[in-house]
């Protein structure tokens, strides 16, 4: 994720657990699964209904993913932040990710 084009790396301050990163990256993929049977489901005219059930289950678990990175962000990068003392600027970029997220 970090270093790709129009994205911020982890914030530098500290890196995933190796079994959270296995877990998130289990769930995108599984995603990808979806989206490309939603993809499928298109092609072989499958009923609308039936695609926008799809849709909605791709989007809600989507949307785990964002709730588990701001979980992580929050007890992790935020956390350490307030026990530093960088409590403020912390808690503002917790904010904006919260902003950022539920638009």
Same mark, same amino acid.
């Given at each position: 994720?970090?270093?790709?084009?129009?994205?911020?790396?982890? *914030?530098?301050?500290?890196?995933?657990?190796?079994?959270?990163?296995?877990? %998130?990256?289990?769930?995108?993929?599984?995603?990808?699964?979806?989206?490309r *049977?939603?993809?499928?489901? &298109?092609?072989?005219?499958?009923?609308?209904? @039936? &695609?926008l059930?799809?849709?909605?289950?791709?989007?809600?678990?989507?949307?785990? #993913?964002? %709730?588990?990175?701001?979980? @992580?962000?929050?007890r992790?990068? #935020?956390?350490?932040? #307030?026990?530093?003392? *960088?409590?403020?600027?912390?808690?503002?970029? %917790?904010?904006?990710a919260?902003?950022?997220?539920?638009?």
């Open positions: 994720m970090a270093g790709q084009a129009g994205q911020r790396p982890h *914030g530098g301050h500290g890196e995933y657990r190796e079994r959270d990163k296995k877990a %998130l990256t289990q769930r995108l993929r599984r995603i990808e699964g979806q989206i *049977g939603i993809q499928r489901m &298109i092609e072989e005219d499958v009923s609308c209904v @039936d &695609i059930i799809q849709v909605s289950a791709a989007r809600a678990a989507l949307e785990k #993913v964002g %709730l588990l990175l701001l979980e @992580d962000h929050t992790g990068c #935020v956390a350490r932040a #307030v026990h530093e003392d *960088g409590s403020q600027e912390a808690i503002d970029e %917790l904010m904006d919260i902003a950022q997220f539920i638009r």
